[in-house]
C-alpha cells in the first residue's frame, strides 16, 4: 500500500519524495488524509516519432489577429 503524506510535509521533503519515487516506491499526496495525486517514477521516454499529428488540420481562423476584445481578455 502506497504511503499518503501530507501535501504541506510534501513540498517540505520533495527531493526526498522524488528519491523515492525514483526507486520505484509509490507515494500518495493528500490533504486532509484524502489522496489527491500519485507521485511515480516516469518509465524512460524513447525518442521522439515524426509524423504523430500527420494529417491533423489547423483552422486559418487560428492564425487570425485578436480582436480588440480578446486582447483585453489577456490583460
Do not use: C, H
Not at 486532509?32 to 500519485?38: D, I, Q, T
Not at 504523430?52 to 481562423?61: M, Q, S
Amino acid at each position: 500500500m502506497p504511503e499518503l503524506v501530507n501535501i504541506y510535509e510534501a513540498k517540505t521533503q520533495l527531493s526526498r519524495l522524488v528519491d523515492r519515487a525514483v526507486s520505484g516506491e509509490e507515494i500518495l499526496i493528500g490533504r486532509a488524509g484524502k489522496p489527491l495525486v500519485r507521485l511515480v517514477r516516469v518509465d524512460t521516454l524513447g525518442p521522439r516519432k515524426p509524423g504523430l499529428l500527420r494529417g491533423v488540420k489547423i483552422a486559418d481562423e487560428a492564425f487570425d489577429p485578436l480582436s480588440d476584445e480578446e486582447l483585453q481578455e489577456w490583460e
